[in-house]
């Protein structure tokens, strides 16, 4: 009995983290987040249900690997390329082998989901489409561009653009997809809703940035992951060009205590209440405390759950100061 009760405990781990419904949550968070911290209301569900259902397509399409839509969305054999001798792989690896035709049908009925959504908002705010300033446009086309171009050569086959593929560039690439996805879609979206404009001013920008640098530093730890296939096939990331001792004493640890300093300033200026300052501060201590245990070898499950768990925490944080506390 409590066998069968820890095996179904690890499916259901293994589908949430694996299947990157965690992702979608974590999303989902940062949205929020964003909204009000900006002072501006939440968007309709419609929205919010595109933005978990395109994260969970993305993701799950990028873990097949460098496959065909027609395999990804029509059915076939998932191939996956084995990383070389790699532990950590090895139990994801097995579950999107096991559950291939599983993986084909969510990706089926997610993209339906994220199709119709996308309708729907596309119709709703047609009549304001022209009227965008350059800004909104950039704003609005800038992400999905480079998260398209992020896995370019799996996109679109003709050209030689892969920016995943750009070494010590990839996890600033990672935190500028989801710093524009999670800080600007979601109160851009919502003015629009109610005819107003959006615009990029010193606030949002603090707010991206900060976002952009988070997410960028725990992509940088999660490379650490990946250090021996990206090693094999000559990808200079931090890790493989500079070792995992100076990764995380020399990048890691000094972009998060800059991160830190900067939030305290920006907290100091906006007149943060001791108690909203302490509740924001909470994932920058959680994020130098899990960069610091870096240098003993973790398990894959450790990554998905404790230091992509770091934007959830992040986003329940903001969450919980602007409501709680102040806005910013």
């Known amino acids: 009995?409590?066998?069968?009760?820890?095996?179904?405990?690890?499916?259901?781990?293994?589908?949430?983290?694996?299947?990157?419904?965690?992702?979608?949550?974590?999303?989902l968070s940062l949205a929020i987040e964003s909204s009000l911290q900006q002072s501006?209301?939440?968007?309709?569900?419609?929205?919010y249900l595109l933005l978990c259902s395109a994260t969970i397509v993305y993701y799950t399409y990028a873990y097949m690997g460098e496959i065909s839509f027609r395999i990804a969305f029509l059915g076939g054999k998932i191939k996956l390329t084995p990383p070389a001798k790699n532990d950590y792989y090895n139990r994801r690896t097995a579950w999107y082998q096991r559950n291939e035709r599983f993986l084909n049908i969510t990706q089926m009925i997610f993209s339906f989901i994220a199709f119709i959504c996308a309708l729907d908002l596309a119709v709703l705010e047609y009549h304001h489409i022209f009227s965008l300033h350059l800004s909104e446009w950039v704003m609005l086309l800038s992400v999905?561009?480079?998260?398209?171009?992020?896995?370019?050569?799996?996109?679109?086959p003709i050209f030689r653009i892969?920016?995943?593929k750009t070494g010590w560039l990839k996890p600033f690439?990672?935190?500028?997809?989801?710093?524009?996805?999670?800080t600007l879609y979601p109160p851009m979206f919502h003015q629009w809703q109610n005819d107003l404009h959006y615009d990029f001013n010193f606030l949002v920008f603090w707010l991206f940035v900060k976002n952009w640098m988070y997410i960028s530093v725990l992509a940088i730890m999660f490379d650490i992951k990946?250090?021996?296939?990206?090693?094999?096939?000559?990808?200079?990331?931090?890790v493989v060009q500079v070792g995992l001792r100076k990764t995380i004493f020399l990048i890691l640890l000094p972009l998060i205590v800059i991160g830190l300093i900067a939030f305290s300033i920006?907290?100091?200026?906006s007149s943060f209440t001791s108690v909203h300052y302490l509740v924001n501060l909470i994932p920058f201590l959680l994020l130098l405390w899990v960069a610091y245990s870096m240098h003993r070898r973790k398990p894959i499950l450790y990554y998905l759950i404790i230091i992509d768990g770091l934007m959830l925490?992040?986003?329940?944080?903001?969450?919980?100061?602007a409501l709680l506390f102040s806005r910013y």
Request: proline residues 1%; hydrophobic residues 55%.
């Open 1 to 27: 009995m409590k066998r069968r009760l820890f095996v179904f405990k690890e499916r259901i781990i293994e589908f949430i983290f694996f299947g990157n419904y965690f992702y979608a949550f974590c999303a």
């Open 40 to 47: 501006i209301g939440l968007n309709r569900f419609v929205f």
């Open 144 to 156: 999905p561009v480079v998260a398209l171009l992020y896995y370019g050569n799996a996109f679109f």
């Open 162 to 164: 892969n920016l995943r």
């Open 173 to 182: 690439v990672v935190g500028f997809v989801w710093a524009g996805t999670v």
């Open 226 to 238: 990946d250090y021996a296939d990206d090693a094999n096939r000559q990808l200079k990331t931090f």
């Open 266 to 269: 920006f907290a100091l200026e």
């Open 313 to 321: 925490v992040k986003g329940i944080c903001g969450i919980a100061g």
